[in-house]
């Protein structure tokens, strides 16, 4: 039997399918209806409907963004797909297929988090924290081995924190931290349009010929460091995992721990920084995690 597994994104939707030992398969991807919900849901019941033919499916695991009550399968929201908010969403794919299947769906931070605990650089580690560093700032928090998802689905909104109420009381660390902000300062030091394309990758290689840039990045790891350091008061976590795009430059932790080690609080609050082991198959591996554990507390309730 097999797992399939949903990535759900706002420009694509990812799929895979698992066999039980969490061996991939096959995966693809296809554009993600943005027009009508009914297309949505017609292009995940069709994929569905396409492994059916192939393989004997033992559950369903979806990824997708927003705060997602995990209890009923809504998504009270859905990051960019504003047509799915509110909506029961595990009911109307459930509605198109001729088979009842067990299904699970969780926020893509919290699957990211997932993925990392079951074969990840989170395996064995009781509480930690990812944080993931891209348009915005993403979070997910792990508590003696358990999710913590709060009270209303929406804890680990890490984008959300206020660091400079001095003097910008209502910016958030998204608009400080993320890469999106570093890019936004790289533009405005290069008087370049606010439209032009530049890779934050290309602003890492650029900072050893350019004082001014490496300014530009000292700022934004100070800010980045702020969120890391904050998180870590909060929940005293044995690691804290960065995930995004950025976060695979070498050059990025020991910047961070340079800059944190400027604080002498620092060393009372100190945790283990770490690179996510997965980026581009995170949704998709914490979607096959989420299943595979919806299936087994399914089993242990019922005493199997």
Known sequence: MVYVCFDIGGTLIKHAVYSEAGEQLTSDAFQTPLDTKENFYKSLIEQIQTYETSYNIKGIGISMPGFIDVETGKALTAGALYELYDEFILEEIQKGLDRIYPMAMENDANCAALAEQMSGHAQGVKDFLLITIGTGIGGAIVLNGELHRGNTYRAGEFGQMHINVATDPYRTSHEYAATSSLV?????????????????????????EDEGVKAVFDRWIAHLAAVIFNTSTFFNPQRILLGGGISANPILIPAIEAELAKDPNWEHMRCELVVCKYFNEAGLRGALGLIQQALANLENREGY
């Open 184 to 208: 936004l300062a790289y533009k405005a030091y290069k008087q370049l349009a606010e439209d032009a394309y530049v890779d934050a990758r290309n602003i890492i290689t650029e900072m050893a």
